[in-house]
Structure formats: structure tokens, C-alpha cells
């Protein structure tokens, strides 16, 4: 094995970093249709409420994002908050995922595999009675902390992720 192997598969190393208080929020959509609409708002869908479910299983996920993405520093979350709103419009349901941590290295990735999974829920819950779903928009919106500071989408905040972040203020 020449050196350069030995780089290929390399962890970054963050033994320079500076611990500090780091947020990441990734956000993405699941359009379900009329009639799961329909019946996620008006809290009857067959196999039970989809958002609950979905929350839960979006901080279990990234609990455990070190496990699933092999370069992935395993950290210490002090915190992973799933957010979802009804978008009656798109026949969608919007989902935002907060990670955050005081360590030497972000957290985007728990942010995304939280919400990645709290979709995949939704989906699951919601195929009984739509399988024409489907998922878009999987984003990084917002991160804070490290060297690079603050950093937002170029498209911009929605307002309920401005919201969520005066929260994380308090």
C-alpha cells in the first residue's frame, strides 16, 4: 500500500478544531396527495399519525448517523428536533430536522440523515394509501458554528426555520 492509498479512506482529522456550539437544519418535502392529505390532517390515517412517528424516527436516525456513513465522526448530540408542517398547497408535508452539538466537527450529516429518515416514515405510513409519493428537495438550509461561522441556503430561510432557530436562541 503506497501512501496515497493509505489517504484514500481517511476520517478528517479534527485534532486542530476548536470545540464550539454547532447547529445544522436540513429540510425536505413529501408530497403524499389528496386523500392522505386529507386524512393525515384530519388525523386519520390507517397505520397511526405519520409526524409523531416521523419525529421519533428522525432523532433515532441521527443518533445514529456514525453507524450508517462510514467517514462520520461519531459525536455527542446535545440535541435533534424534527419539525413538520402541513403544506395544503403542494399536498406536502415539509419537514425541518435540527442537529446540535459543542464538538470539533459539524453536524450536517446527523441533520440530514435525521431528516432523511423522518420522510422515509412518512412515506411509509402514508403508501396504504398513496404509493405515488414522493420525496424532494433534501437540503442543507442552515449551519452555525466552527471557522465558517454562519452559513444559509442561497435560496434563503423559510420563516419557519427562522422560527426555529430564535428558539434555539432561548
Not at 442537529?99 to 440523515?113: H, N, P, Q
Not at 466552527?146 to 427562522?162: A, F, I, N, R
Request: hydrophobic letters at 45%; one cysteine or more.
Amino acid at each position: 500500500m503506497t501512501d496515497k492509498d493509505s489517504k484514500k479512506w481517511a476520517m478528517a482529522d479534527i485534532s486542530d478544531k476548536k470545540t464550539t456550539r454547532r447547529v445544522a437544519i436540513a429540510g425536505g418535502r413529501i408530497r403524499i396527495g389528496m386523500e392522505a392529505f386529507q386524512l393525515l390532517e384530519s388525523e386519520q390515517m390507517p397505520k397511526g399519525d405519520p409526524l409523531a412517528m416521523a419525529e421519533i424516527a428522525g432523532i433515532q436516525a441521527a443518533k445514529q448517523t456514525p453507524s450508517l456513513l462510514p467517514l462520520c465522526h461519531p459525536i455527542s448530540l446535545n440535541r435533534v428536533l424534527v419539525h413538520s408542517f402541513l403544506r395544503p398547497d403542494d399536498l406536502a408535508v415539509e419537514v425541518f430536522c435540527v442537529a446540535e452539538i459543542a464538538e470539533k466537527t459539524g453536524v450536517e450529516m446527523e441533520a440530514l440523515t435525521g431528516l432523511s429518515i423522518a420522510l422515509l416514515t412518512i412515506w411509509d405510513l402514508s403508501k396504504p394509501v398513496n404509493p405515488a409519493l414522493e420525496i424532494t428537495s433534501i437540503r442543507l438550509v442552515y449551519k452555525s458554528g466552527g471557522k465558517s461561522g454562519v452559513w444559509v441556503h442561497p435560496d434563503g430561510l423559510p420563516d419557519e426555520v427562522v422560527e426555529i432557530i430564535a428558539g434555539l436562541e432561548c
